[in-house]
């Protein structure tokens, strides 16, 4: 079959495909002038084919050539250990007795598309089952051949993220290994290299020993007790616990202390990131929060309204970064706007003049890192944010703090990077900080902790 090929096709992103891969892609994932000329091709392709099977009689030369393509795809879908399934297949599509058969006029495309969907069913994967049963049901044979290439397309996808996934343990393990033996090295040469990582701990330990100075203070790393834990009472001490006050005191690091601990210094980009994210979503959560005391309860249960005033809030942030003095100077204005003409077209009372003033300076004041509702917030978020550590993401967003209901999606987004980035850096350097935290909790202590864990 004279397929039309690009003369730059090895130049091109689906080089790597088969010439009818290429051609029968489908056309909606490129909808420029090249994806139109594209599905051009793609349609000619199913009626040229249609013609041949037509004619009397039949010309089997594209479809031998779509055969072989569906052959070598389902080969390239089996595990190394399914030899058997590799030689029937073989055996059934074999290009060479194909061949002979269309030469007699006894190749029988029907019974080879069925045998085709067996195989498939065999080797998909389940979110894949309806899809292939669906094609049992054209009777068509150019309809049910282009449903089987397209198909198998999602197939060839699907065993490219099996792989991936497959190969992710082994990669981040030989990576763990791989960065620890690198810091091993710098060490033997630079004996006082954990120094800094020692200090950061002990100051965790230290903020974790010191009771509040009242039953409503926060803790040092601006986390409030949880709820039913006797404030006046320092938290008792664990490695687990001190790694994640460590880690969440990382978050409000001074940008003048120089001594960062060394074994975060690869991570000291993307914990500013993760800082300043944090920083955005205490302001976001901050300004819902005063727009639910002005806007009632009906309002605020709106969810296109909390979404309105969540995108306002984010596209004002984004342009005035990094200060929000002047986002929340504009956006006072906007959320003001915004709740008095929802509660006139809800048929509600709309703000008085002094509300809404007094609307417009409760906004403006969440600017300053000491407003009562920001504070509050922020202690809230570090609240989380400990129990995202100590229990896990999904666990935290069960019995969220209040006020932070608003920005769920957010929050399990934040969670899951700070877990990311904490998890893999005690998996590279936990033996270090083991040794380094035997040295800073009472072996009574931590006994008795673990004790209680068990």
């Known amino acids: 079959c004279d397929l039309p090929q690009s003369p730059k096709a090895a130049e091109e992103p689906g080089a790597g495909r088969t010439a009818i891969e290429n051609l029968l892609q489908d056309p909606e994932l490129s909808p420029s002038p090249e994806g139109k000329v594209k599905e051009a091709l793609h349609n000619d392709f199913w009626d040229h084919l249609k013609e041949q099977l037509s004619a009397t009689p039949p010309d089997f030369s594209c479809a031998l050539e779509l055969l072989n393509d569906i052959k070598e795809i389902l080969l390239s879908l ?20 194909l061949k002979q058969e269309a030469g007699r006029g006894a190749l029988d495309v029907s019974s080879l598309s069925k045998y085709i969907l067996n195989t498939m069913t065999l080797l998909c994967a389940p979110v894949r089952d309806e899809a292939v049963q669906t094609l049992e049901d054209i009777a068509d044979p150019v309809g049910l051949l282009r449903g089987i290439f397209q198909v198998l397309g999602l197939m060839k996808m699907d065993m490219v993220h099996y792989t991936i996934q497959s190969l992710q343990p082994p990669l981040q393990e030989h990576s763990i290994q791989y960065e620890r033996a690198e810091f091993q090295e710098q060490l033997d040469q630079q004996p006082n290299l954990l120094d800094c990582t020692t200090k950061w701990l002990a100051q965790a330990a230290a903020d974790l020993s010191t009771p509040p100075a009242s039953p409503d203070s926060a ?178 967003l069960l019995d969220l703090p209040g006020g932070l209901t608003f920005i769920e999606p957010e929050l399990a987004e934040l969670g899951q990077n700070f877990i990311s980035l904490t998890h893999h850096n005690q998996q590279v350097f936990g033996p270090y900080y083991t040794e380094i935290l035997k040295t800073l909790i009472p072996e009574d202590q931590a006994l008795k902790t673990k004790e209680e864990a068990l």
């Open 219 to 396: 803790d040092s790393s601006g986390v409030a007790s949880p709820p039913g834990e006797a404030a006046s009472s320092p938290e008792p001490l664990s490695p687990s616990v001190v790694l994640s006050q460590g880690f969440l005191n990382l978050l409000l690091w001074d940008p003048e202390n120089e001594e960062f601990p060394e074994t975060l210094e690869m991570d000291r980009t993307r914990l500013e990131e993760l800082e300043a994210q944090l920083q955005r979503l205490t302001i976001l959560a901050s300004v819902l929060l005063v727009a639910s005391s002005f806007s009632g309860s009906v309002l605020c249960g709106s969810p296109q309204f909390v979404d309105k005033i969540k995108r306002l809030t984010k596209a004002l942030m984004e342009k005035f970064n990094p200060g929000p003095e002047n986002a929340l100077q504009t956006l006072s204005e906007q959320v003001s706007q915004e709740i008095h003409q929802s509660l006139r077209n809800m048929g509600l009372t709309a703000l008085s003049s002094e509300n809404t003033a007094s609307l417009i300076e409760q906004l403006q004041s969440i600017a300053k890192k000491e407003n009562c509702v920001r504070s509050v917030v922020d202690q809230r978020m570090r609240l989380f944010l400990k129990s995202c550590l100590l229990l896990g993401v999904q666990r935290a």
């Open 78 to 97: 089996l595990l190394p250990r399914q030899n058997r399934l590799r030689s029937e297949i073989e055996a059934a599509l074999d290009a060479d007795l």
